[in-house]
């Protein structure tokens, strides 16, 4: 893969974008609250050519190697929010809306290497309420995860959409379809995404690009603004404690394994020994999925888990090696081959203390 740049991507959308949860008979339903690592890494590609930046033959190639990994891009406000953990919960009572977490009794159970019990579900709020809504895996401040918040002071409850109506045009008679609509949800302009990029080195710069992303870009749907910040991977290292045994990693994408104990060989990061050994796996169950453009067949993957699973793992090695490798499987995640095709940008697992400690940001 060679030698890698990586960067804290912001994006700004600047026109109405489709990044839909499902499509029905007569347009797009919802959105997401996140953008898919393989939707911004495709739009990333694609500008890159459009601008000829890199020429046909290297895109191909870039796609082949996987030059390019994106984590999810998730909402940003004054701070990165980040995808919520399996162990916080918001009171449903009218006129409390606190955030109740257990996340302090979990690590210090996880990190003994014990199993969870019954006290890690959280039953009321500070106030005794016992209405509680799971937030897995909604984006939320890194203080509202390990801490909780007594005062969310939320503008807003949920993301809001815009909704647009498309008459299609008949490619044999360059004119509109009678009777045929179509509708459309879409995230509104104004709205700031973040996420981690990984390229090959000499690509990217710190300039401000526009993309174009999600569905309907032909109409002018999806134009959104990149900047990009080069990442420290020395400074993200000297936050991380070195230290090998039980560790408790926080996903920024969605997890898969492979088998019961994955093991992942942080040599591949380092070329130091050093392993990482996936012991158990605290999250929501989900299915990832896609298009692959080069191929033009669709691409799914069942029982993987959200982002912002905890990952409880055993770390081998030495302190520094295994510190830097840590880091480095964060912000590259890890390749998977399925047999068919191979997927980057899973995996993409942090130390906790690192995104709980609003490291990234800094």
Known sequence: MGLMDFYLANLTIESPTIIPRRRSATGYVGVRETI?????GGAILSSLRRHNRITAQEAEEFAKDHALISSPAFPREKNLLYPAHPFIWRCKEPGCGRYVTKLDEVLKVLEEGCELGP????????EGHRALEKMHPRPLPAATLSQGCKSPGEKKEGLESVKVVSVPVSRHRASSIVGALYSYETLPTGLEYWAILTVRQGILDERVDVLRLGRGISKGFGKVKLSLKKLDVNKLQKA?????GHTVLYSLSPVVLRSVEHTIDLGAYTGLSGGVRVKAVYGSSTTIGGWDIRRNIEWRVVNAASPGSLVLAEVEGDGTSVAHGLILLGLMGEKIDFGGFTLVGLNMMMPIDIILGDVLAS
């Open 119 to 126: 006290t890690a579900i959280a039953l009321t709020c500070q």
């Open 36 to 40: 898919p690592g393989s939707t911004l």
């Open 240 to 244: 991380l404690p070195a230290k090998a």
